[in-house]
C-alpha cells in the first residue's frame, strides 16, 4: 500500500538548516510527484515544494532561495532543506503524493525552531 | 497567488444534519478544488477533488459542488466521525493554496 514517512530533527537552532526526508513505499518516485506542505500549530496548511516525477522541481516563492527539495530514485527518498531558520518555520511538515490532488499524506514531523 | 477564503470558520451541528462549508476563491479555478479532513494529531485526508469527484473510500454523504470562484462541501448527514477541520485547496496554479479551515464540532 501507498505510503510517506517524515523524518528529521523535532528542534532546530535559529538561522540553522533544516533537513528532512520523505520515504515512500508503494509507488514510485518516477511516476508521482511528492510535495511538501507545512502547518503551523493548529492553522491552515502551505504549499512549499515539489519534486515531479521526471526530477524538477517547483517552489513557492514565500520561501525564496532558502528551500531546496531533490530525491534519491534508488532508495525512494524525498529531501527538503531550508536554511535560515526562524521561530516562525515552527510547525508540521507533511510530505505527499499528487495525482493532481494530495491524495497520500506522511503523517508529519514536527519541528520546534527555537535556541 | 490565488487566495482561498473559507466560511464559516468553525461550527457545530447535531447528528443527522445537513452541513455546509462554502469556499471562495479569488479568481476562476476551474473546478480545481479539493476539500479534505483533518482530525486532531493526524494529517490531512482527501475527500473530493475536481470539486465534486468523492474520493475512494470516503462515504457518499460528503459531496462537493461549485464553479468559477464559488464552491461547497455538504454533508448530508452528519455523524459523529465526521467531527474536524476541513480545508479546500485550489490545485489550478502554483503555489498551491488552502483556505484556513472550518472546524466542525458535534452538538
Known amino acids: 500500500q501507498v505510503q510517506l514517512k517524515e523524518s528529521g530533527p523535532g528542534l532546530v537552532q535559529p538561522s540553522q538548516t533544516l533537513s528532512l526526508t520523505c520515504t515512500v513505499s508503494?509507488?514510485?518516485?518516477?511516476?508521482?510527484?511528492v510535495h511538501w506542505v507545512r502547518q503551523h500549530s493548529g492553522k491552515s496548511l502551505e504549499w512549499m515544494g515539489r519534486?515531479?516525477?521526471?526530477?524538477?522541481?517547483s517552489y513557492n516563492s514565500a520561501f525564496t532561495s532558502r528551500l531546496s527539495i531533490s530525491r534519491d530514485t534508488s532508495k525512494s527518498q524525498v529531501f527538503l532543506k531550508m536554511n535560515s531558520l526562524q521561530t516562525e518555520d515552527t510547525g508540521t511538515y507533511y510530505c505527499?503524493?499528487?495525482?493532481?490532488?494530495?491524495?497520500?499524506w506522511g503523517q508529519g514531523v514536527m519541528v520546534t525552531v527555537s535556541s | 497567488d490565488i487566495q482561498m477564503t473559507q466560511s464559516p470558520a468553525s461550527l457545530s451541528a447535531s447528528l443527522g444534519e445537513t452541513v455546509t462549508i462554502q469556499c471562495r476563491a479569488s479568481?476562476?479555478?476551474?473546478?480545481?478544488l479539493a476539500w479534505y479532513q483533518q482530525k486532531p494529531g493526524k494529517s490531512p485526508q482527501l475527500l473530493i477533488y475536481?470539486?465534486?469527484s468523492l474520493q475512494d473510500g470516503v462515504p457518499s454523504r460528503f459531496s462537493g459542488s461549485g464553479s468559477g470562484t464559488q464552491y461547497s462541501l455538504k454533508i448530508s448527514s452528519m455523524q459523529t466521525e465526521d467531527e474536524g477541520v476541513y480545508f479546500c485547496?485550489?490545485?489550478?496554479?502554483?503555489?498551491?493554496?488552502f483556505g484556513a479551515g472550518t472546524k466542525l464540532e458535534l452538538k
Open positions: 485547496q485550489q490545485g489550478l496554479k502554483y503555489p498551491y493554496t
Open positions: 519534486m515531479w516525477s521526471d526530477g524538477d522541481t
Open positions: 479568481e476562476d479555478i476551474y473546478s480545481g
Open positions: 475536481g470539486a465534486s
Open positions: 505527499a503524493r499528487n495525482s493532481g490532488y494530495f491524495d497520500y
Open positions: 508503494g509507488f514510485s518516485l518516477t511516476s508521482y510527484s
